[in-house]
T-cell receptor, first 111, second 113 residues
Framework: QQPVQSPQAVILREGEDAVINCSSS?????VHWYRQKHGEAPVFLMI?????EQKGHEKISASFNEKKQQSSLYLTASQLSYSGTYFC????????????FGSGTQLTVLP | DAGVTQSPTHLIKTRGQHVTLRCSPI?????VSWYQQVLGQGPQFIFQ???????GRGNFPDRFSARQFPNYSSELNVNALLLGDSALYLC????????????FGPGTRLLVL
């Protein structure tokens, strides 16, 4: 039931764009995106709900394809502060109320 | 407003001992979830409590238990500690049980020797 994230790692230069993907084999109720820096707790970025509602940061965008059970996180004009590990967490429709996280995508932004 | 708080920040125990971790949610939040994060992996769901009732349980042994108090704070208890229980234990607070943003606390880093 763990969602699959891709890529596992990506290295960018400042100002470049990146896309991180998250896919599930189960029908999803919501997708949550977090960024975690080394030694710190995950920080909330974005939540996408079934039906199209989105809540999150203005500078980060994401999409949720309900038919394919896939979500993508778009990081544009990346900054050094974007470096960290990005996790998607999924809530499955009709299942126990839990957030299941993927294995993460390590993003490194170089000057 | 204060965020999610957890105590203690670090803990060292030996195998077979018992541990209690504590979490205070964001004011007004009624749901607390517990996660275990092993180095290099994503957080793994342990429990969710909403309005003092268990609403979800992950694939963890019965050595793990939790409860939520009337003020919505929560405790996670782990009995008969194993070396494999060494991890970062995260508490997340949300307004409701489903489809709500979960805000993580700083975590408790547990080392079992």
């Amino acid at each position: 039931q763990q969602p699959v994230q891709s890529p596992q790692a990506v290295i960018l230069r400042e100002g470049e764009d990146a896309v991180i993907n998250c896919s599930s084999s189960k029908a999803l109720y919501s997708v949550h995106w977090y960024r975690q820096k080394h030694g710190e707790a995950p920080v909330f970025l974005m939540i996408l709900l079934k039906g199209g509602e989105q809540k999150g940061h203005e500078k980060i965008s994401a999409s949720f394809n309900e038919k394919k059970q896939q979500s993508s996180l778009y990081l544009t004009a990346s900054q050094l502060s974007y470096s960290g590990t990005y996790f998607c967490g999924t809530e499955i429709t009709g299942s126990a109320r839990q957030l299941t996280f993927g294995s993460g995508t390590q993003l490194t932004v170089l000057p | 407003d204060a965020g999610v708080t957890q105590s203690p920040t670090h803990l060292i125990k030996t195998r077979g001992q018992h541990v209690t971790l504590r979490c205070s949610p964001i004011s007004g939040h009624k749901s607390v979830s517990w996660y275990q994060q092993v180095l290099g992996q994503g957080p793994q769901f342990i429990f969710q409590y909403y309005e003092k009732e268990e609403r979800g349980r992950g694939n963890f042994p019965d050595r793990f238990s939790a409860r939520q108090f009337p003020n919505y704070s929560s405790e996670l208890n782990v009995n008969a500690l194993l070396l494999g229980d060494s991890a970062l234990y995260l508490c997340a607070s949300s307004a409701g049980p489903l489809g709500e943003t979960q805000y993580f606390g700083p975590g408790t880093r547990l080392l079992v020797l």
